[in-house]
C-alpha cells in the first residue's frame, strides 16, 4: 500500500534558500495515518566535484536526532534526474524499504516532485505540505533523564569495550520510566492491552489531549533501571577474574537527556522502546566524545548533554559539549561547522551552542503568532525568524500597567537573542533595565525604582549594554509615513528576522512580521502588544488581537514613531 506523504513547510522554506545544487537524505517520523518528513541532509561537495556518499551527512547526525526520526529517503535539488537513478546512490538504497524520493528544480517557485521508488522504479505520488501547528497535533515530545557514575580505563579500547558492556543496563526488561508530576509508570509489557501515548498525556494533562497554548506535547520522564537480576543472568554467570592493572582511570559523572518524538497513536510498548532508544544515542554521543578526546590528547572534561531547539527546524538537536569550555574554542567550533554543513546552514547564526537549548521550564507564551491566518494570494508574509517570548504587563506579579510597555518589549527582544542562542543571560528586570540607563549616564539616579517610561533609543541603549547589540533606529514622521515602510521592514525581516521595537507618543508595541502587497503597495502589521494585562491564555491573546495582524489605520496618524530594529551578529 502506498504511504500518505507528507512535508513540514519549514522543509520547503529551507529549500528556497539552497543557492545550488546538491542531493542529501530525507529524514522524518512514521505514524499510522502518514509518512511525516521534517527535514534533509546535504551531501558535501569533494576536491574532484563529485558528491560523498549520501548518507554519509545522515550517519554523522543520526544520534544526534530525536529517538522516533529515522532514515526516509533521498533527495535530489537542482537536478532533471530522479534521485536513485544515478550511479552515486549505488550501494546506498536498499530497495527493499521503498525509500521516499523528492526532486525539485532551483527556480523562482519550487516545482517539487515526490514518490517512491519500488523494485527500482520511480512512482510518483501526492504529497500535503503541513505547517508547524499542524505537526504539533500529531507528535508528543518525550524528555527522560538518565544518571550514573562510571569507572572506566583511559584508553580508546577500554572505552569502547566499557560501553558495549555498559549498554547491556539499557535492556528492555531492565528498564522502566517515571513520568514526572504523576503515578504512571512504564516498562515492557506482554499482551495487546495498551495505553497510547495521547492517552497518557490527556490523563496528566486533564485536557482531552488538547493544548491550549498550542505548544509541543511534553512528557518529562526519570529512568529506574531494575537491579533484579534474571534468572538466566544469574545462571550463567561466571566467577569475576581479579586483574591488577596500572591503568589511569577516569570517574566519568554520566547525565544523559533523551529526547524523542512520539506519534500519539504509538503504544505504551513503543513508547518504552523510543525513550530507551532516546538513552542509547546520547549514550553514543557520550563515548564519542570520549573517544575524540583521547584521539586529540586533550585533557578529560565532562561531557553535558543539551537539546538544541533549531531555528525553522520542527525538532530538536542533541549536543553532548565539554562542560566549563567556552563557545568560541576551536573544537566546539570545528563540531558545530561539521553540523552546519551537513544541514546546509550558514555559518552566520548560531543553532548547536548552549544557549541554543530548549528551554527546561518556560514561564511565558512563546511564539504567540503561531496559529494565526496565513498569507492572502497576492501578499507576502515577512516574519520574525526564530523563537521569542511574550512579555506583558502585570506579568510575573509586576504592576507596570500604564508605563511599562516599552520594558517588556525590550525583554520579548531581550528573548529573542536568548533563544537564537545569542546569550545566556537571564532577561533583564525593569530595575535591571533602569539601572543599565543610569550606568551609561543616560539617566539620573532618580531614575532608579521609577515608574517613568522609555522609548527606542533608551531600548538600543540597553541592547548594546547588555548584549553589545547594535540596533538601526528609523524615525517616522508620522503613523500615516508607516504604511510606505512596508519594502524596508520586509527587508529587516528577511536579513536580520529580529523583533522590532516601535514607539510612538507614550505607548510601545513590538513588530514581529509585515504582510506586504508589491502590487498594491499595501501593508499589514503583525503586532505583539505588551499592553494585555491578563492571564497567559493564547486564545484569549490572539482573539483579543493583543497578538494579530493590524492594518495601517492603527497607527495614529499625529503622532511621530521611531522603531529600533536591531542588528543581528554574524558568528555562529
Known amino acids: 500500500m502506498t504511504p500518505k506523504l507528507c512535508f513540514s513547510r519549514s522543509l520547503f522554506q529551507r529549500l528556497k534558500a539552497m543557492k545550488s545544487a546538491f542531493k542529501g537524505c530525507l529524514y522524518g517520523v512514521k505514524t499510522q495515518e502518514c509518512i511525516l518528513i521534517l527535514g534533509f541532509t546535504v551531501s558535501q561537495t569533494l576536491d574532484d566535484g563529485t558528491f560523498a556518499r549520501v548518507d554519509d551527512g545522515f550517519n554523522v547526525i543520526k544520534n544526534n536526532l530525536p529517538a522516533g526520526i529515522d532514515f526516509c529517503g533521498y533527495i535530489t535539488v537542482g537536478s532533471d534526474e530522479l534521485p536513485g537513478a544515478g550511479s552515486d546512490l549505488k550501494g546506498n538504497v536498499n530497495l527493499s524499504q521503498n525509500p521516499i524520493l523528492l526532486t525539485c528544480k532551483l527556480e523562482e517557485e519550487l516545482k517539487a516532485t515526490a514518490g517512491v521508488l519500488v523494485e527500482g522504479i520511480f512512482r510518483e505520488i501526492p504529497h500535503e505540505t503541513l505547517e508547524y501547528s499542524e505537526i504539533l497535533e500529531k507528535l508528543c515530545l518525550l524528555r527522560v533523564e538518565f ?15 566499557f560501553f558495549r558492556e555498559f549498554e547491556k543496563k539499557f535492556l528492555p526488561r531492565r528498564l522502566y520510566f517515571h513520568v514526572k508530576g504523576s503515578d504512571i509508570f ?14 497518557i498525556y490527556s490523563q496528566i494533562k486533564n485536557d482531552g489531549g488538547k493544548s491550549k497554548n498550542k505548544n509541543l506535547r511534553t512528557l518529562n520522564l526519570a529512568t529506574l533501571v531494575s537491579r533484579t537480576e534474571h534468572r538466566e543472568e544469574l545462571v550463567n554467570r561466571s566467577c569475576a577474574k581479579i586483574e591488577f592493572s596500572c591503568t589511569r582511570k577516569l570517574s566519568i559523572p554520566l547525565v544523559l537527556e533523551g529526547v524523542a518524538l512520539a506519534p500519539l497513536e504509538a503504544t505504551s510498548n513503543q513508547l518504552h522502546d523510543l525513550l530507551t532508544e532516546s538513552l542509547l544515542r546520547n549514550l553514543r554521543l557520550v563515548e564519542e566524545g570520549l573517544l575524540r578526546g583521547i584521539d586529540e590528547d586533550r585533557e578529560f572534561l565532562l561531557l553535558k548533554p543539551f537539546n538544541a531547539q533549531m531555528i525553522n527546524f520542527p525538532h530538536t538537536f542533541l549536543c553532548v559539549w565539554p562542560e566549563s569550555v567556552d563557545e568560541s574554542n576551536h573544537v566546539l567550533k570545528d563540531r558545530r ?20 537549548a530548549l528551554p527546561q521550564t518556560v514561564d511565558v507564551l512563546l511564539n504567540t503568532h503561531v496559529g494565526l491566518k496565513g498569507a492572502l494570494p497576492g501578499w507576502q508574509q515577512h516574519l520574525v525568524q526564530g523563537s521569542y517570548g511574550y512579555y506583558h504587563y502585570m506579568q510575573h506579579n509586576y ?58 533609543t533608551e531600548v538600543s541603549l540597553c541592547l548594546e549594554k547588555f548584549l553589545n547589540i547594535s540596533s538601526r533606529i528609523m524615525y517616522v514622521q508620522s503613523g500615516r509615513d508607516l504604511a510606505d515602510k512596508g519594502t524596508e521592514l520586509a527587508m529587516h525581516f528577511e536579513s536580520q528576522g529580529t523583533p522590532i521595537m516601535i514607539g510612538g507618543g507614550v505607548l510601545a508595541h513590538t513588530i514581529i512580521g509585515v504582510d506586504y502587497n508589491r502590487e498594491t503597495g499595501e501593508t499589514k502589521f503583525l503586532i505583539l502588544d505588551p499592553h494585555y494585562t491578563g492571564a497567559e491564555d493564547l486564545q484569549t491573546i490572539q482573539q483579543k488581537g493583543f ?26
Open 186 to 199: 512504564i516498562g515492557a509489557q506482554k499482551g495487546d492491552k495498551q495505553v497510547t501515548v495521547g492517552n
Open 147 to 161: 544518571s550514573a557514575n562510571l569507572l572506566v580505563e583511559e584508553s580508546a579500547q577500554s572505552i569502547k569495550n
Open 337 to 356: 561547522r561539521i553540523f552546519h554543513k551537513v544541514f546546509g546552514l550558514p555559518p552566520t547564526k548560531p543553532f548547536f551552542r548552549r544557549p541554543n
Open 399 to 456: 504592576n507596570d500597567s500604564g508605563w511599562g510597555c516599552a520594558y517588556r518589549s525590550l525583554q520579548t527582544i531581550f528573548s529573542w537573542f536568548k533563544l537564537q542562542g545569542y546569550t545566556e543571560k537571564p532577561i533583564p528586570s525593569h530595575y535591571d533595565i533602569q539601572e543599565a540607563l543610569v550606568s551609561m549616564g543616560d539617566k539620573p539616579r532618580a531614575f532608579l525604582g521609577s515608574s517613568q517610561w522609555i522609548g527606542s
Open 547 to 572: 497578538c494579530n495582524w493590524k492594518t495601517a489605520n492603527f497607527w495614529d496618524k499625529k503622532t511621530f514613531y521611531n522603531l529600533c530594529m536591531p542588528i543581528r551578529p554574524i558568528e555562529f
